[in-house]
């Protein structure tokens, strides 16, 4: 995914002012100023961000990066008021009761669309998705993955495995295995009534995966699912991040190969999703920011 081609910008001189603009956000240094004018000086070094087309007062610099002439243009504002925006951010919750009802396909294509506008390192654009929305393919994923956690709590249930464990995953894993049995074998015992503890009865499943060789992909990943919740949020969809589900993906390879993520990419991310059926008639409230001031 590092050797994707990229296409460098192009600088029509007889338009260039020279105002430098494209060159002061030009983060890979493509362009310099020449002879007061915009020049191409590096061009095997664009990352395609659109930066230096986006910012010209004079259209003299063209990307395919950038949206074309009948896209929509920013305003001389944010598109959303900071009261607005801190609105979104503190309503949209961990949604897990869903109606009996799926998720048309076109909606889940306009929540993914939101996680493609997310930022990724060097503007890579490595986050691929699987989106599950029949229940046989979630109940599959459902079973793989209490069956990898059932042989995982089995290991932490004796000393031996739990020395294994050890040196696989360290102390701290052991201790979650120790806080999470009791609950495991109550969610256990409530499925066998019929009860999804794991996924709550979700008609879809969004889960995101991109190269595992890159040390930003869980950024990345977890960037794109973020805005993908929000942009589900103010669908009516309500969703809720699953990260055992990522785990089991991470470390079981028949669930990887199942959900046909390829060799070479691992799972960063992972949400269920449904229209809510519930109403939240309240906002939450959180600590207070640890902040170190320097």
């Known amino acids: ?66 949206a074309g002439p009948d896209a929509p243009k920013p305003g001389a504002k944010p598109a959303v008021t900071p009261d607005d925006l801190q609105m979104l951010l503190r309503e949209r919750r961990s949604v897990r009761n869903y109606r009996n009802e799926p998720v048309p396909r076109d909606v889940l294509a306009r929540i993914i669309e939101a996680g493609r506008y997310a930022p990724t390192a060097t503007n890579l654009q490595a986050v691929h998705y699987v989106v599950l929305t029949t229940k046989a393919d979630i109940d599959r994923l459902r079973d793989m993955t209490v069956s990898f956690y059932r042989k995982l709590f089995a290991l932490a249930a004796n000393p031996a495995g739990r020395a294994v464990l050890g040196l696989k995953a360290g102390r701290e894993a052991i ?48 960037a794109a699912i973020y805005n993908c919740s929000l942009m589900a949020h103010t669908l009516g969809v309500g969703c809720c991040f699953n990260g055992f589900v990522v ?8 669930i990887s190969s199942f959900l046909g993520i390829p060799p070479g990419h691992s799972c960063y991310a992972a949400m269920t999703l449904g229209y809510q059926d519930v109403k939240f008639r309240r906002l939450a409230e959180r600590e207070p920011a640890k902040i170190s001031w320097k």
Request: hydrophobic share 35%; charged share 20%; aromatic share 4%.
């Open 1 to 66: 995914m590092m050797n994707r081609k990229r296409t460098p910008p192009i600088v029509d001189i007889s338009k260039c002012v020279g105002c430098g603009q494209c060159a002061r956000v030009c983060v890979a240094c493509v362009l310099e100023m020449k002879d007061k004018k915009s020049s191409v000086a590096h061009p095997g070094w664009c990352i395609d961000c659109g930066h230096c087309a986006a910012v010209c007062p004079v259209d003299a610099v063209t990307h395919p990066a950038v």
């Open 175 to 222: 201790e979650l295995l120790r806080f999470y049995g009791p609950q495991a074998r109550h969610a256990e015992e409530l499925a066998k009534q019929g009860h999804d503890r794991l996924f709550y009865h979700a008609p879809a499943m969004i889960i995101a995966h991109s190269p595992s060789g890159d040390t930003s992909s869980c950024f990345n990943c977890a």
């Open 247 to 254: 785990n089991a993906i991470v470390n079981e390879k028949k």
